[in-house]
């Protein structure tokens, strides 16, 4: 009963201490930090020992790797691996070496100072990307360098996972050996998984999805998770390689959100178990005693860690000095992956527990001053360096270059649903018009289907005038995240303010704020909302009310079939339920040389067990709209699928080798 005794006072402060730090706009992390250090035995001593949680913290570290191997994929690392491999290693390298080598100084082993460095080079994924997300600054230069930074920060803490445990289990004579061999192990069952995952894993997902059953459909989910982690702790790895490794091959799966969106719930509250132990290893006693060396440690983070970040970028990156101290600054702290190594340093008896103390009091502060930092970094570095804007990009060409003959045409700042509704309403008037959104996955998918679709962010003035903004008749925003769009309409009203501004929310809470900054009709929310916005849209643009009004009483007759489907991006749940029609949406598959339905009808392809609609063929410039059904397939066309994900797996077998 002690055990159940010490949960139910530990979820007790956790709940009142997180509602708290969520109240004062504080990070979750800093309150289940907060909580260990008040209730365990370095505090009030509510619980004398979380050793009986200590398996669900680890678990807490098996799932937020897996969350971020989820995010990882080989041709975003290609694509991302300058800033990635050359910045991020760099930044890993240095600052591992500059504290190693300062840990040594002072006296500590060769051993200690290694993990106590890779502990603190880390800095808290956490916290910076949910505090640029609220600054709305992650499509920023120093943004995109932070995350770049922070993404190998996530790769070396694997390899710090695979070394650590090799260095306990070392004989005393080499090193070389055991590292070389957990090296090997490592890449060794890293290849043997990404094998696993082709051959076995997806085909079994498939079939478990295909029983709509979300509780089968988790539990597949956590048997891969669980299972590979159980494989690398068996290889004497860490059980954190394993939930990597498994994210990484679920990760190249089409179920990639939908795993997201079911493990998110295990991981948070797991990793809050981790951060309470985390939080349990910091005695506020030790301060007083050790308060020099607290405070010397945080500085060092602090202050070297932003120079040699600044140093970095600038050298890298070419940025200013101003963009590069404000992602110095933004990186200023320890993080979550640094109390991982720091747990597997204590468990392997390679640091002791007074050192780690000292240790976690310096980060667990630095992660309380992160938040400020990152608020305050703008003002801080117009302060030092005078300017902080970003400098002038180079014009994105391509979106430039197809906007080059166009005049009077619509911009549409904001690809989604109702994006996507517009677009079909102006492409049926031959009304040209061109959309800008910030989700790859949504531009690759909408782009090979033959749309008007560009990647850009529409607050950047260089973007919105690449796309024709000075020959534009009109500008609809309309995406959801209501400050990016008054900004939007803030920078369209300083390069023109002739040109009307249809701007789409979820309700008139901020209509005054857009009607003062120059929006010229604001439109509420929903499809319904969508149709409003469609027929002002038309309206103003010269097409008869006779007409929009027929289109409009059309689309509810035909029960919306007009606009059904829309091209899903990462912002968008997969839903796993009995409803099917829940998880109908829009895919593309390009049509190779030797696929198996080369010269078959569009009838042929006909299955009496899946539901599903060809809505659209491209072939070179020419897209026909619900193609007839005896029309043949050729080379190189593009077909548009309405269906479930399962659905467009099963259908593109058939098409590419009639399986």
């Given at each position: 009963?002690?055990?159940?005794?010490?949960?139910?006072?530990?979820?007790?402060?956790?709940?009142?201490?997180?509602?708290?730090?969520?109240?004062?706009?504080?990070?979750?992390?800093?309150?289940?930090?907060?909580?260990?250090?008040?209730?365990?035995?370095?505090?009030?001593?509510?619980?004398?020992?979380?050793?009986?949680?200590?398996?669900?913290?680890?678990?807490?570290?098996?799932?937020?790797?897996?969350?971020?191997?989820?995010?990882?994929?080989?041709?975003r690392l290609m694509a991302m691996k300058r800033a990635l491999l050359g910045l991020g290693g760099l930044q890993v390298l240095t600052c591992t070496l500059t504290a190693g080598l300062a840990g040594w100084y002072f006296g500590l082993s060769p051993q200690t100072a290694f993990i106590a460095a890779g502990a603190l080079a880390l800095s808290s994924t956490v916290v910076?990307?949910?505090?640029?997300?609220?600054?709305?600054?992650?499509?920023t230069v120093?943004?995109?360098?932070?995350?770049?930074?922070?993404?190998?920060?996530?790769?070396?803490?694997?390899?710090?996972?695979?070394?650590?445990?090799?260095?306990?289990?070392?004989?005393?004579?080499?090193?070389?050996?055991?590292?070389?061999?957990?090296?090997?192990?490592?890449?060794?069952?890293?290849?043997?998984?990404?094998?696993a995952g082709q051959w076995i894993l997806r085909p079994l997902l498939h079939e478990v999805a295909k029983a709509h059953s979300t509780e089968l459909f988790m539990l597949a989910v956590l048997l891969v998770a669980l299972s590979a982690a159980w494989i690398t702790q068996q290889l004497e790895l860490?059980?954190?390689?394993?939930?990597?490794?498994?994210?990484?091959?679920?990760?190249?799966?089409?179920?990639?959100?939908?795993?997201?969106?079911?493990?998110?719930?295990?991981?948070?509250?797991?990793?809050?178990?981790?951060?309470?132990?985390?939080?349990?290893?910091?005695?506020?006693?030790?301060?007083?005693?050790?308060?020099?060396?607290?405070?010397?440690?945080?500085?060092?983070?602090?202050?070297?860690?932003?120079?040699?970040?600044?140093?970095?970028?600038?050298?890298?990156?070419?940025?200013?000095?101003?963009?590069?101290?404000?992602?110095?600054?933004?990186?200023?702290?320890?993080?979550?992956?640094?109390?991982?190594?720091?747990?597997?340093?204590?468990?392997?008896?390679?640091?002791?527990?007074?050192?780690?103390?000292?240790?976690?009091?310096?980060?667990?502060?630095?992660?309380?001053?992160?938040?400020?930092?990152?608020?305050?970094?703008?003002?801080?570095?117009?302060?030092?360096?005078?300017?902080?804007?970003?400098?002038?990009?180079?014009?994105?060409?391509?979106?430039?270059?197809?906007?080059?003959?166009l005049k009077n045409h619509v911009i549409i700042c904001g690809f989604g649903r109702v994006g996507q509704i517009l677009s079909r309403f102006l492409e049926h008037e031959k009304i040209p018009s061109v959309s800008l959104d910030l989700d790859p996955t949504r531009i690759s998918t909408s782009t090979s289907a033959g749309e008007h679709a560009f990647y850009g962010d529409a607050r950047r003035a260089e973007v919105l005038a690449a796309a024709g903004l000075a020959r534009a008749r009109m500008v609809v925003i309309s995406f959801a995240d209501e400050p990016a769009a008054l900004e939007t309409l803030k920078h369209i009203r300083d390069l023109r303010l002739?040109?009307?501004?249809?701007?789409?929310?979820?309700?008139?809470?901020?209509?005054?704020?857009?009607?003062?900054a120059g929006a010229t009709e604001v439109v509420p929310e929903s499809l319904e909302a969508s149709l409003m916005l469609a027929s002002h849209l038309l309206l103003t643009l010269g097409v008869p009310a006779s007409r929009i009004l027929f289109k409009i009483r059309a689309i509810h007759a035909d029960r919306y079939r007009m606009i059904q489907g829309f091209f899903k991006g990462e912002d968008d749940p997969t839903l796993l339920d009995d409803a099917e029609s829940l998880r109908m949406s829009l895919h593309t598959l390009t049509i190779p040389e030797d696929a198996y339905a080369i010269g078959k009808t569009i009838e042929a392809l006909n299955h009496a067990e899946l539901t599903f609609?060809?809505?659209?063929?491209?072939?070179?410039?020419?897209?026909?709209?619900?193609?007839?059904?005896?029309?043949?397939?050729?080379?190189?066309?593009?077909?548009?699928?309405?269906?479930?994900?399962?659905t467009f797996y099963i259908m593109t077998e058939k098409i590419l080798r009639g399986i």
């Open positions: 009963m002690e055990h159940f005794d010490n949960i139910l006072i530990l979820l007790a402060w956790a709940v009142a201490i997180v509602a708290l730090f969520r109240r004062i706009h504080l990070p979750p992390v800093l309150g289940y930090l907060f909580v260990g250090t008040l209730i365990g035995p370095g505090g009030l001593g509510f619980i004398q020992s979380l050793e009986e949680l200590s398996i669900f913290a680890e678990f807490g570290v098996v799932f937020l790797m897996f969350m971020i191997g989820l995010e990882f994929s080989f041709p910076v990307a949910k505090q640029l997300s609220e600054q709305n600054e992650l499509h120093h943004g995109h360098l932070s995350i770049s930074i922070l993404l190998f920060q996530d790769l070396a803490a694997v390899l710090f996972l695979i070394i650590i445990p090799a260095m306990g289990r070392r004989e005393e004579s080499s090193l070389f050996i055991p590292l070389f061999f957990a090296l090997v192990k490592g890449i060794g069952v890293t290849v043997a998984l990404a094998l860490s059980l954190a390689l394993g939930g990597f490794l498994a994210g990484l091959m679920l990760g190249e799966t089409e179920f990639r959100h939908q795993i997201g969106i079911d493990i998110r719930p295990f991981r948070d509250v797991l990793l809050g178990l981790f951060f309470i132990t985390i939080g349990a290893l910091f005695q506020i006693t030790l301060l007083s005693q050790h308060w020099i060396w607290v405070l010397l440690i945080l500085a060092a983070i602090i202050c070297l860690k932003t120079l040699i970040i600044m140093g970095l970028t600038m050298l890298v990156s070419h940025v200013s000095p101003a963009k590069g101290f404000r992602t110095g600054l933004i990186l200023a702290q320890g993080g979550e992956f640094g109390f991982a190594i720091l747990t597997v340093g204590i468990n392997q008896k390679l640091i002791d527990l007074q050192q780690t103390q000292v240790l976690v009091a310096a980060l667990v502060l630095s992660i309380f001053a992160a938040p400020l930092l990152i608020r305050y970094n703008k003002a801080l570095a117009n302060y030092l360096f005078k300017s902080a804007e970003d400098p002038p990009q180079e014009e994105p060409h391509q979106l430039a270059e197809h906007t080059a003959e002739d040109v009307p501004v249809f701007v789409r929310t979820r309700n008139d809470s901020n209509l005054k704020a857009f009607q003062k609609t060809i809505k659209t063929l491209i072939r070179g410039s020419v897209r026909f709209s619900e193609p007839s059904p005896d029309m043949e397939i050729q080379a190189r066309d593009v077909l548009v699928f309405y269906s479930t994900p399962e």
